[in-house]
């Protein structure tokens, strides 16, 4: 093999390996920021590709909105902490799962075509509780020296090692204190 068909080979696996890294599929973008926000290392820009493991943050008074390609939005207030573990969307099939970890601030999940899958699977890890989603619409966050959990739309089902609720009624939330028993309220 000649030195230029040599360089040209490197220069290409060296572009491979440079690019390559973001290569999976998108499985959303940015669609609002209030800054300061980010995701994963960069600054966050309306029009960005969002990919699953994506780290995103917000900062004192930022916000972030994400819109899946099912038309879901994950809304992040100020100083969050979200990363998205999984996001299949397959509609051939009916099928989809979202995992979502939050570890800090306030987010709002609003289902789009995910919630029309026969056979769907979401759920969001808090540092208190873990959400199972059903076809929902609801906000999440500290509230009161407390997690505060509001159903805006749906069914969730809200569980921690102090038990459990489900929400089923618009309007209603649920407080979990960090070390007592979830209590339900209008």
């Not at 100020?78 to 969307?89: G, K, L, P, S, T």
């Not at 800090?104 to 959400?131: C, D, W, Y």
Request: aromatic fraction near 6%.
């Amino acid at each position: 093999m000649g030195t230029i068909n040599k360089l040209l080979l490197g220069s290409l696996l060296f572009c491979c390996a440079i690019f390559g890294a973001r290569a999976e599929t998108a499985v959303g973008v940015v669609s609002r920021v209030v800054s300061p926000a980010q995701v994963g290392a960069e600054t966050a820009v309306v029009g960005a590709p969002v990919h699953m493991n994506d780290r995103l943050r917000t900062g004192a008074n930022g916000r972030l909105q994400v819109t899946f390609h099912d038309k879901s939005e994950l809304t992040l207030g100020e100083n969050a902490n979200v990363v998205i573990d999984r996001f299949v969307f397959n509609p051939e099939k009916s099928s989809a799962q979202v995992a979502l970890d939050a570890t800090r601030g306030a987010f709002r999940f609003a289902g789009g075509k995910i919630e029309q899958m026969h056979q769907k699977s979401i759920v969001v890890n808090t540092p208190s509780a873990a959400l199972a989603v059903r076809g929902t619409h609801f906000w999440a966050g500290p509230i009161d020296g407390q997690y505060g959990v509001l159903l805006l739309n749906g069914k969730l089902g809200v569980a921690n090692r102090a038990g459990a609720v489900t929400l089923s009624r618009p309007g209603y939330g649920t407080d979990i204190p960090l070390r007592h028993h979830a209590r339900r309220k209008a």
